[in-house]
C-alpha cells in the first residue's frame, strides 16, 4: 500500500527558517501538495507540486523530488501564526488522496 | 503553470437551500475533474470524475443526487450540494486533468462549505 512519512511534531524559534520533510512510495504518482491546518479550523491550501524543483509562494516554498519520493515545505520568517499541523498529501494513480499522518510545527518566541 | 481556480473559497448557507461550487481550469482544457471533500480531522477523500460531456461516476456512499455533477465544458465543472444540511458541512476540492502527455492533474484551492 501507500507510505506517506513526515515528521510528527517540529519546533523552531520566531524568525528563523524551518523544513519539513515528506517521503511517498514512488509507484502511480500523479502530484503531491502541502496544507496547512490549525486547531479546529478547515485546511488550507498551500501547495502543489507536480513537477521536480522549487515553487516559491511568498514565506512558502515547496520542493519536489519524483524521483526520490521526496518533498518539503520551506517556511522562512517565522510568525507565531505558523504554529499549525502541516499536511502532505500524495495523489495516486487512481487519483486518490494519500495523507500524511502531519507534522504539528510549535514555534517559539 | 497550469491554474486551477475554484469558487466560492468559503460560503455559508441556510439548511434545505442548494449551493454550488465551481471549478475552472484558467489556461487548458481539463478532459477529466476530481472532485474530493474532507470533513473535520478525517482525510481527504474522492467523491466524484467527470468527464467533459457525460455523466460523473461516484464513488461509492457518495450520493448523486445530492452531490450533482456537471462537467458541460472542457474548462468548467460545477459541484452543487442540493437540500444541504449542516453535516455536508464540509471542506470540498476539485482537481483537472490536462489530456495531454502524462495526464498531469492540478488542484484547485477548495472550498469551505458551512450550512447553518
Known amino acids: 500500500g501507500q507510505n506517506i512519512d513526515q515528521p510528527t511534531e517540529m519546533t523552531a524559534t520566531e524568525g528563523a527558517i524551518v523544513q519539513i520533510n515528506c517521503t511517498y512510495q514512488?509507484?502511480?504518482?500523479?502530484?503531491l501538495f502541502w496544507y496547512q491546518q490549525h486547531a479546529g479550523e478547515a485546511p488550507t491550501f498551500l501547495s502543489y507540486?507536480?513537477l521536480d524543483g522549487l515553487e516559491e509562494k511568498g514565506r512558502f516554498s515547496s520542493f519536489l523530488s519524483r524521483s526520490k519520493g521526496y518533498s518539503y515545505l520551506l517556511l522562512k520568517e517565522l510568525q507565531m501564526k505558523d504554529s499549525a499541523s502541516y499536511l502532505c498529501?500524495?495523489?495516486?494513480?487512481?487519483?486518490?488522496?494519500?495523507w500524511g499522518a502531519g507534522t504539528k510545527l510549535i514555534i517559539k518566541p | 503553470g497550469a491554474v486551477v481556480s475554484q469558487h466560492p473559497s468559503w460560503v455559508i448557507c441556510k439548511s434545505g437551500t442548494s449551493v454550488k461550487i465551481e471549478c475552472r481550469s484558467l489556461d487548458f482544457q481539463a478532459t477529466t475533474m476530481f472532485w474530493y471533500r474532507q470533513f473535520p480531522k478525517q482525510s481527504l477523500m474522492l467523491m466524484a470524475t467527470?468527464?467533459?460531456?457525460?455523466?460523473?461516476?461516484?464513488e461509492q456512499g457518495v450520493e448523486k443526487d445530492k452531490f450533482l455533477i456537471n462537467h458541460a465544458s472542457l474548462t468548467l465543472s460545477t459541484l452543487t450540494v442540493t437540500s444541504a444540511h449542516p453535516e455536508d458541512s464540509s471542506f470540498y476540492i476539485c482537481s483537472a486533468r490536462t489530456g495531454r502527455s502524462g495526464n498531469t492533474i492540478y488542484f484547485g484551492e477548495g472550498s469551505w462549505l458551512t450550512v447553518v
Open positions: 514512488t509507484s502511480g504518482f500523479n502530484g
Open positions: 498529501a500524495e495523489v495516486d494513480s487512481n487519483y486518490q488522496l494519500i
Open positions: 507540486n507536480v
Open positions: 467527470s468527464n467533459e460531456g457525460s455523466k460523473a461516476t461516484y
